[in-house]
């Protein structure tokens, strides 16, 4: 009924759907659109205590298979498609603030199911010192988030205590584990090498389906299945379909996909 009546001639008129108050400047002060405190949460701390994360598990050669564990949960959420769990599977790439904070609401699990593993980082040193460290960030984050998020008011003492657990377990998981990031010079001597199967991973189950389909495989299963069908085709397969596109060049089986 609503957008019946701002539309006309089945066409939206976008200024009747925009709320009357983002029209009064007076209502800001100088500004007409604040910078709302969920784009900061969204767009800022949930990405970078992500990557924190992931650098860990990168610096223990975990990351790989921390995705195609979580990714297998991820799709089983997914399927419920429900309004306030827009997600989107691993590696983050192209990710809205929506897509941030669903995954928020599942990170203690995600990262605290996997840590529980046995050897879940591995044998190296410092591999078993540093979970608890790792879990705390995750923990306190995510009591952070919640206070943050409460329809119920909290006070300005418990955000300010929240906060202070949040940056001393940050702290100390810095302390612990020492810089994370790789040096300019480190970066610029790295040859970059692709594998089919890591450009894969890389895609939504959207692309993966599409693959799928114009492969003429089974499109059923979680990503890491998908991805063992797609990866198990050859390029003498690929070549007869991309031929029927008007494609006759391809070198690689990367770009082969990058053409479906």
Known sequence: MWLCSIRKNG???ASKAEPLFWK???????FKFPNLPLHGLCHGMIPDVMSIIHQVFKKYKKMASFV????QILDTVGVFRLDFMKLKSLPKA???GENCLAYSR???????SYLMRDNALGDLDGAKVIKPFVRCLINSFQVLMSIFMTKTAPSKEVINDHIKLFMSSAHYLYKQHGTLDTSEKERNTKTPTEKPVDFLRRQPRSTLEVMLVFLGKNIQGGSPQMINRV???TMADIKPKLAK?????VRSKIEAFKFI
Request: hydrophobic share 45%; net charge negative; glycine share 10%.
């Open 11 to 13: 066409v939206v008129d």
């Open 24 to 30: 009064q400047i007076d209502c800001f002060g100088s």
């Open 68 to 71: 195609e564990y979580v990714n």
């Open 94 to 96: 192209a990710w809205v």
């Open 106 to 112: 599942l990170m203690t699990f995600l990262y605290g």
């Open 231 to 233: 990866n198990a085709v």
């Open 245 to 249: 596109l008007g494609h006759t060049q």
